[in-house]
């Protein structure tokens, strides 16, 4: 098999959990290891200082971090020391998250989240890349400086719907995508991303597509671990109208999973048919792909392995 860059989300347990899983994806070869921030659990940023001082090779990145509850100067100050630590390994992934989130769990008012990511970008970027900023806009101001400039962190951000992969397209080196139908990656994010990028007279970023992943051969067994495990999506308002343009009205109409919505976001079957789909994510443009691992059954450990067995092979 040709070598494929493919990253696995390490997210689940505790803080010595989530690094074992990160450690053992860095023995089996796995090019990139993936953090969550949500709600109230572990954080990313954090984890993945620690991360960077035990680790050689495997790089990390955040799918992602949400703005709202953190400054973007103390999230620069943040990725200052994991970049100190893991020097070329890191990638900063930042995305607005979702208004009941936001405003249930911490308070905020939520609105305009692409001006949101938009402002929040510029001073990370700006501020880790020229060592400075001086900036005053809607929702951030920050005005200061730090010892020397970051410029081997790559900023990505979140992307769902038509305008965030444009604007990932123009202004970010890379969008996330998560539970997106890939048709709908095929046929809208990525002539989004490609439009973006000529408006803003540069190349398109990588898409970075965050997929649901499970080798295992009875599919309706599939469905209804993905029905557990994701199951708040359609729930979201954001996630309920991509799905209706993908072309599935349901999940407006019953905010929950259909069995094609999970058929046509969850990677799944025996080892060749996983490989399969996998690969053709990159032949349509897909840049990397982040395995999200759904594991299945009561040996949780044994299915996680055969998953992740598949990926080590396609990214070798």
Same mark, same amino acid.
């Given at each position: 098999?040709?070598?494929?860059?493919?990253?696995?989300?390490?997210?689940?347990?505790?803080?010595?959990?989530?690094?074992?899983?990160? &450690?053992?994806?860095?023995?089996?070869?796995?090019?990139?290891?993936?953090?969550?921030?949500?709600?109230?659990? /572990?954080?990313?940023?954090?984890?993945?200082?620690?991360?960077?001082?035990?680790?050689?090779?495997?790089?990390?990145?955040?799918?992602?971090?949400?703005?709202?509850?953190?400054?973007?100067?103390?999230?620069?100050?943040?990725?200052?020391?994991?970049?100190? &630590?893991?020097?070329?390994?890191?990638? /900063?992934?930042?995305?607005?998250?979702?208004?009941?989130?936001?405003?249930?769990?911490?308070?905020?008012?939520?609105?305009?989240?692409?001006? =949101?990511?938009?402002?929040?970008?510029?001073?990370?970027?700006?501020?880790?890349?020229?060592?400075?900023?001086?900036?005053?806009?809607?929702?951030?101001?920050?005005?200061?400086?730090?010892?020397?400039?970051?410029?081997?962190?790559?900023?990505?951000?979140?992307?769902?719907?038509?305008?965030?992969?444009?604007?990932?397209?123009?202004?970010?080196?890379?969008?996330?995508?998560?539970?997106?139908?890939?048709?709908? &990656?095929?046929?809208?994010?990525?002539?989004?991303?490609?439009?973006?990028?000529?408006?803003?007279?540069?190349?398109?970023?990588?898409?970075?597509?965050?997929?649901?992943?499970?080798?295992? =051969?009875?599919?309706?067994?599939?469905?209804?671990?993905?029905?557990?495990?994701?199951? =708040?999506?359609?729930? &979201?308002?954001?996630?309920?109208?991509?799905?209706?343009?993908?072309?599935?009205?349901?999940?407006?109409?019953?905010?929950?999973?259909?069995?094609?919505?999970?058929?046509?976001?969850?990677?799944?079957? =025996?080892?060749?048919?996983?490989?399969?789909?996998?690969?053709?994510?990159?032949?349509?443009?897909?840049?990397?792909?982040?395995?999200?691992?759904?594991?299945?059954?009561?040996?949780?450990?044994?299915?996680?392995?055969?998953?992740?067995?598949?990926?080590?092979?396609?990214?070798?």
């Amino acid at each position: 098999m040709s070598a494929m860059q493919i990253g696995v989300a390490a997210m689940g347990g505790d803080t010595r959990s989530v690094l074992e899983r990160i &450690l053992e994806l860095e023995r089996r070869g796995i090019p990139a290891a993936w953090l969550t921030t949500g709600g109230g659990g /572990l954080d990313a940023l954090t984890l993945f200082a620690a991360a960077g001082a035990q680790t050689k090779t495997i790089s990390l990145g955040t799918s992602i971090v949400p703005t709202w509850p953190r400054h973007p100067v103390v999230t620069a100050q943040q990725v200052q020391v994991i970049a100190g &630590l893991a020097p070329g390994r890191f990638r /900063l992934g930042l995305g607005p998250s979702h208004k009941p989130t936001m405003e249930d769990a911490f308070g905020y008012e939520f609105g305009a989240p692409l001006t =949101n990511l938009r402002e929040y970008i510029h001073v990370v970027r700006t501020l880790l890349q020229d060592g400075s900023v001086d900036f005053d806009g809607r929702f951030y101001h920050a005005h200061v400086r730090i010892p020397q400039p970051v410029t081997d962190v790559p900023i990505m951000a979140s992307a769902l719907r038509r305008a965030s992969f444009e604007l990932c397209g123009a202004e970010t080196d890379g969008a996330i995508s998560w539970v997106c139908p890939y048709a709908y &990656l095929r046929d809208v994010a990525l002539p989004a991303m490609k439009e973006g990028a000529e408006k803003a007279g540069r190349p398109a970023p990588p898409l970075i597509a965050h997929a649901p992943v499970c080798v295992h =051969n009875d599919r309706d067994e599939v469905r209804a671990a993905a029905r557990q495990q994701l199951s =708040n999506y359609p729930k &979201l308002p954001f996630y309920a109208r991509m799905f209706a343009e993908a072309g599935y009205p349901e999940a407006e109409e019953s905010s929950t999973w259909s069995d094609a919505m999970l058929d046509a976001v969850v990677i799944s079957g =025996n080892e060749k048919e996983v490989a399969a789909s996998i690969r053709d994510l990159f032949s349509w443009g897909v840049g990397e792909v982040v395995a999200h691992v759904l594991p299945i059954g009561q040996d949780r450990k044994a299915s996680w392995g055969r998953t992740v067995d598949v990926l080590t092979e396609l990214s070798a």
